[in-house]
Structure formats: C-alpha cells, structure tokens
C-alpha cells in the first residue's frame, strides 16, 4: 500500500530553466494574498540569499509596486536566510527552555575557533609529564615522521586535532570516543573500517576533557555543538521547534538537492507543522538532482527524490531559457547513449557488478526520467545558431594537439564577436588550471578564485611582520627588489608592530596602519595586486570589529590558520578568458565553454581516507549496534569510516559510496555542458590503455552516438 500523499509542492529545475525566477514568483504570489503570510525562503550561501532577496523584490516592483513597499518597510515579513543562519536563530529561541546561555558571544566564530585551539593546545601540552599522554604524544610524533606530512612541531600537529574536535561537535566526539570502547569486540575488517586508531583512542579522553574544561569556564558552545543540538531538538522533542513555526507560514527551499541528512532532520519539524496546518503546499522545494556535486559535504539528494514521490504538487521546469536549441539537443541524448554506453560496458566487466548495478540504477533514476529532456527556446533572430564541437585528441601528442585546437577554438569564437570574458573554461581541479595555463602561455587567462595568499606583497608583509625586527635574508631581498626602499618598508612594519601591541581595543587605529602598508604597495609594479589588497582590508575592518583586542600574534594566527585561505572571487575582466572549476561554475553562464581536459573515470571509485558516512543501525557489527541502541541520537549519526569492495560486511556501505562517486563524476560533466549559451567546445584525451572507462573511453568506442553527431549538421565530432 502506498503512502498517502503530502501537501507539498515539489519543482525539479533542470539548468537553465529559470529556477531561482519561478521561486521569485511563487514568493511575490504568496505575499501578494490577503492576508499576506510570513515567508521563509532558505538557500546555502549569503550571496545566494541575498540574490534571492533582490529577485523577489525586483519581481515584486514589476508585477506589485504597493507589495514592495509593504516588504521593504517590514510590514510582511520576508526572511531569506542560509540553513546556518536558520540553526543560531533556533537555538537562541531554545537556548532558555534548555538552561544554556543566549549571549550573542555564545557561538564561536571561526577566527575564535583557532584561538581557541591555540589555548587548548598550549593547555595540553603543559600536561606532557602526564604518563598516558607523553605516550600517546610521542607515538603521534613517530607517525608524523613515517608519514613526512608535516614537520616535526608537536604543537603543529596536536592543533589539527583540535580545530578537528572544535569543528566536528560534541555528538561526533563523544560518539568515537565510545566506540574505542568496543574497539577490541570487533573483527580486522570492522576496526579497519572505522578508523579506531590506538594512539588517537590515548588521546581522546585528554582532548574532550580539556573542550569540556573550556566549555564550562568560558560558557561558550561551537557551531558545530550548537547544530548538534538543535538537531537533538527536533529529533527528540520537535513541539519545541513546531512552536516557533509559527513565526512562517510559508517555506521554501532553494537548491534542495544539495541540503544534508542532518539539515533535512533540524528542517523537518517545521516541514511537519507547515504540512499539516493545510491541505495546500505551504512547502516549497526546488532542485535539480543532476547538479548535486556536493556531497563531500554530506550533500544528499535522495531525499528530494523521496519527497517528489510523496508531494500532491509537482511540478516540472523542462524549458531552457539559457541555451541555444543545438546544445540543449546534444545534452537531451549525450547522457541518455552515455547510460547505454555504461551498461554495456558493466555488462562485460563482470567483476565488482554489484555496485556498479546499483550505481547504474541511480543514475539512471536521474537520467532516464521524464523531467530530464528539456525544450529549447528560440535564438533570437540573426543571432549565431550555436555549435557543439568534440575533438577526440591522439595518443602521439595529445598536450601538443590540445594547444592548437584551443588556439582554434579562440579564434572561431572571437569572429563571432563573442568577448574573452564571454568564454570561459572549465576544469574539473585546480592542478587542471596550472596546466592549461602552461599550454596557452600567451593568451589572457584569469583564474576567476585565488586564495588571499597567493598575493606576493600581502604574503611578504605578513612574513616581516612575523619575522620583525629580524628579518630573513630571502623577506629582505624581495622587499628590496619589489618596494625600490627597503628602509622605508621596514619602518612602516615597526609601525604596524607598535601599533598592535599598543593600540589595545582601537581597532581603526590598528586597521590604518595595514592601511598605511597597502598605500605603499599601490606606488610599486605590484599595485596590480590592489584587488587582493582591497579585499583583505575589507575582511581585517570586519575582523578587528568583532576581535578588537587582536593583536600582532593573534592576526598572525588568524593570517596563517584562516586568512591566507580565505578565496578572493576576481570580477570579469575585459579582454580576459575566465579560468575555473567546475564546481565554481555552478549558477554561472557564458557565451561560450571550453572543457579542455575531459578526462575523468565514469565507473570508478576509490575509497582512499576515512570520512563521515552515515550508516544504518542494522549493517552495523553487534557490539557496536548494541552500544548505541540505547542511545539512537548517536546511531542517527554518520561514522568515520573507510571501506573497500573486498571487505564483505561493508558490501552495502560501499555500493551506496561507489554509487555516489560514479554520481557525481557524470553530474560534473552535466553541470559543465550546461553553461553555455551558444558554444561548447570539449577536448577529450586519448582513451586509456587499461580497461578504465573514462569519458574518453565513451568518446572513443560509442560509435552509434558518434554517427548521430556527424549526420548531425550542428555538431562537430572529429
């Protein structure tokens, strides 16, 4: 018997189909009733909110000028927040029904988190005459050096695991250090799997105990204990998340594919109050299950999948409004022959079928259904009809032919009157962009994300600064060469230093000495890194007003733990081709799209390091379902765990992993030859030697799908 249905209203949005338009929509028809509801409308990022909310309003000022109105003072209440956002407003709301503080400083932030690791570290390591944690110190050390990863700091080392403990929350803790307890109860294959290391096991209790010293002295929870337990909330006692529903009357979820198992938990007390207060969709989710590429970070989209099925409304977007009609018809049958392809490659690689079944069976779930071909709107009259190419490159000197089809390429789209900034090209990693750069080392490439760090004159400056007064030779040198006035830089660090030492809480008086050093750099040839600069001082004014008292050693280990990392997205510079990941490229469009190195593996899956999975109570080893059967919030938690296809306990566990893999290798290549408006352009290597099935293995050897393409007059496939 099937499940009754649910009063929700479900949109699958293939790319290009205008999704984020529809939702606008749907938010400005809800606000424009009477009386007007309170709307929630949940995204992932604050950039995407804050998009979202400008579409709305722009929206509403078209179709309703006085509902604009009514939004912008406030009088209908519109929320467009990120789940993270949605989680701190819900434990503040809980925190005095659970007796915890509500202090604004209650919550962490990253910049405290470090800080906090550097306290806790300092803590531990005056405890090293303490017999159990000498021990497990020194075997730490011995694996630091085996494994040549880092150099021999014991306070480097003993740090990443606590910024691990800081980030990964109380539940997560507590939940390895009792299974240590068990640890011995289960056989090689389990231990293996559950990374239940000896010499982390010594360290966990010294490591919980000094968190939880520091949690009761200082009366703060971390993000990650504060998602924990609103979590707990809505798991265990969700009346008391259904009572603060009532602040919205509608919601909606945006990009719903990419949302986690713990985020569909802490969501569904409110999904559960809305969905029985009326028998209208007062729900709203929109997704596109093809472009789920996130699930490293616990990104699932079978629970969108699992609410199409159950929803009274649903709704699909098949009409591309971003493509040209030819790319839209090569991607309606390039995944349906690619699945074809893949199902007869399985079918004679008899090995290993299990998993490959069932990740064949997933993807055909996305790929096969109705809601998957899309319809092409018409160009607009005397404008370029658009073009697929696909060049299968030589074995002989595949690099060499990649660099003068890519010059080709360039020049074709250039007589088209299609701008650099207009063509981008697309990677799968970021060791792809070093290459590319090196084929085409005349053209204008612009790598569209940086880290802070890659900027040489903020990087030499943090480096005096730690290096002051005593400078090293090297620092000196490229202060020398790059400033032209190495006594006057070096007066301006004595400067900054004194500044920050001195100051106390004047955090302008601090921020107008790093002010002062970025004035210099714009006088040299390196005042084309103002962008970098202007970005940093940026983020320094918004940390030093939360952290005032920060001084030279704290911004130090802010720079080193978290600033220099810190991505500075490059705005579209003219004349210049954008260079990007896939994965960046995501919501973004371009004239034109070049993949120049499509060359991943298809069915293929290596479980390399120990990550969180969630796993079912049931598949679990006896000892470890019978520890946590009495306490079923930890068995809802994922486990650290690691698994291969040999291991014959963890069959399952694997599948569903190699399925998610194989996922995501062909959501990549969708979400890159869905960008374009009006060319695609893929270079595609030479098909490996072994039996690997790559992308170029299906170029090379699915010749039907090839032949369609060469009687076809749009494409190109050479």
């Known amino acids: 018997m099937s499940a009754p249905k649910q009063p929700l209203r479900i949109i699958l949005a293939s790319a290009g189909s205008g999704k984020t338009q529809r939702l606008a929509e749907l938010v400005v028809q809800e606000v424009s009733s009477s009386p007007p509801p309170s709307v929630l409308a949940i995204t992932f990022t604050r950039n995407a909110a804050g998009e979202l909310r400008q579409r709305i309003l722009a929206l509403a000022a078209q179709k309703n000028p006085p509902i604009l109105k009514q939004l912008l003072l406030g009088e209908i209440p519109l929320y467009t927040s990120t789940i993270d956002a949605l989680v701190r407003e819900w434990y503040t709301l809980l925190a005095p029904l659970l007796g915890l503080s509500t202090y604004a400083n ?20 005056a405890q090293v005459r303490q017999p159990t944690f000498l021990q497990a110190l020194r075997q730490q050390l011995r694996n630091e050096v085996q494994q040549k990863a880092y150099r021999l700091a014991p306070d480097r080392f003993l740090r990443r695991h606590v910024l691990a403990f800081l ?16 640890r011995a109860q289960l056989n090689e294959e389990w231990q293996k799997a559950l990374h239940l290391d000896p010499t982390e096991e010594k360290l966990l209790p010294h490591l919980e105990n000094a968190l939880q010293a520091y949690r009761q002295q200082a009366q703060r929870l971390f993000l990650a204990d504060v998602n924990d337990l609103v979590w707990l909330v809505a798991h265990h006692l969700p009346e008391l998340l259904a009572e603060h529903a009532a602040l919205y009357q509608r919601l909606f979820i945006d990009e719903a594919q990419d949302t986690s198992p713990q985020q569909w938990g802490i969501l569904k007390p409110l999904i559960d109050e809305l969905t029985s207060q009326s028998s209208t969709p007062w729900v709203t989710l929109i997704g596109d299950p093809k472009q789920s590429i996130y699930a490293w970070r616990g990104a699932d989209y079978h629970t969108l999948l699992n609410f199409w099925q159950q929803a009274t409304q649903q709704e699909v977007l098949d009409q591309n409004y971003r493509s040209r009609p030819k790319i839209v018809s090569f991607n309606n049958c390039l995944y349906t022959y690619l699945l074809c392809f893949l199902e007869q490659k399985s079918q004679k690689q008899s090995s290993a079928s299990d998993h490959r079944k069932y990740a064949l069976q997933e993807l055909a779930n996305l790929y096969k259904s109705d809601w998957v071909v899309q319809k092409a709107s018409s160009p607009p009259a005397g404008s370029w009809t658009g073009k697929v190419e696909v060049w299968l490159l030589s074995p002989s000197d595949p690099d060499a032919e990649r660099a003068d089809h890519l010059k080709r390429i360039l020049g074709e789209v250039a007589a088209q009157g299609i701008a650099p900034e207009e063509t981008a090209f697309l990677v799968r990693a970021n060791d792809d962009i070093e290459r590319l750069l090196a084929l085409l080392p005349g053209q204008p490439l612009q790598i569209r994300e940086k880290p802070l760090g890659s900027c040489a004159s903020l990087a030499a400056t943090w480096q005096a600064l730690a290096e002051f007064p005593q400078l090293s030779p090297v620092t000196q ?8 006035c190495l006594p006057c830089f070096i007066q301006q660090i004595e400067e900054l230093s004194e500044t920050l030492q001195s100051a106390g809480v004047d955090a302008l008086a601090k921020w107008q000495a790093w002010e002062k050093l970025a004035a210099i750099w714009q006088t040299t040839p390196r005042k084309a890194e103002t962008l970098y600069w202007d970005f940093f001082l940026s983020r320094l004014y918004e940390l030093l007003h939360e952290h005032a008292h920060y001084d030279a050693q704290a911004l130090l280990r802010w720079w080193e733990e978290k600033g220099r990392y ?3 997205e490059m705005p579209p510079q003219p004349g210049y081709y954008p260079v990007l990941t896939i994965h960046k490229a995501k919501g973004l469009a371009w004239r034109a799209v070049i993949l120049p ?3 991943w593996s298809l069915l293929e899956a290596r479980w390399h390091s120990p990550h969180w999975t969630r796993v079912e109570l049931q598949p679990l080893p006896e000892p470890v379902q019978d520890l946590l059967e009495g306490q079923r919030p930890l068995s809802e938690l994922p486990l650290k765990i690691t698994a291969n296809a040999k291991d014959s306990s963890l069959k399952a566990l694997y599948s569903r992993y190699f ?7 062909v959501n990549l290549h969708y979400v890159a030859t869905t960008r374009p408006r009006e060319g695609l352009y893929l270079l595609v290597d030479p098909p490996p030697k072994n039996n690997r099935i790559t992308w170029a293995s299906f170029w090379a050897e699915k010749w039907e799908f090839l032949q369609h393409l060469k009687a076809s007059t749009p494409y190109a496939v050479r």
Request: aromatic share 8%; proline share 2%.
């Open 566 to 568: 810190i991505p500075v």
């Open 106 to 125: 209650l919550i962490v932030e990253d910049e405290e988190t470090i800080e906090v690791s550097y306290r806790l570290t300092a803590e531990l390591l």
């Open 659 to 665: 399925a998610q893999t194989v996922v995501e290798n």
């Open 597 to 599: 190195f499509v060359n």
């Open 167 to 182: 980030r990964h929350g109380f539940l997560r803790n507590r939940l390895k250090a009792q299974l240590a307890t068990c």
């Open 477 to 484: 040198h490229f202060l020398k060469v790059e400033t032209g």
